[in-house]
Nanobody, 117 residues
Framework: QVQLLESGGGLVESGGSLRLSCSAA????????TGWYRQAPGKQRELVAV????????NYADSVKGRFTISRDGARNTVDLQMNNLKPEDTAIYYC??????????WGQGTQVTVSS
């Protein structure tokens, strides 16, 4: 059974940093397109950053370019999201998604990130 677990969320002041980690059990994240999404209260879930399987091409939402970095650690079987220069509008629940195919797609339960002004 595949399980994803996010960690690293918390409360931070504006301008601060956090590092989120998505760990996987029952699968290898290197074989998936793995993304970090977020959902703020009253808003739709949006893609923040994604890293492809294999070569690891990355893409970012315009709102986080230059501030967030997604990376994969094969030894730890994790996909991390380094978030710098955080802003209050980054406040949301952050979710990890591992996409292998249309029918083999998994989500974690999310981790709360709160940025105070």
């Amino acid at each position: 059974q595949v399980q994803l677990l996010e960690s690293g969320g918390g409360l931070v002041e504006s301008g601060g940093s956090l590092r989120l980690s998505c760990s996987a059990a029952g699968t290898r994240l290197g074989a998936a397109r793995t993304g970090w999404y977020r959902q703020a209260p009253g808003k739709q879930r949006e893609l923040v950053a994604v890293i492809t399987s294999g070569g690891g091409t990355t893409n970012y939402a315009d709102s986080v370019k230059g501030r967030f970095t997604i990376s994969r650690d094969g030894a730890r079987n994790t996909v991390d999201l380094q978030m710098n220069n955080l802003k209050p509008e980054d406040t949301a629940i952050y979710y990890c998604n591992a996409h292998f195919s249309e029918t083999y797609d998994f989500w974690g339960q999310g981790t709360q990130v709160t940025v105070s002004s």
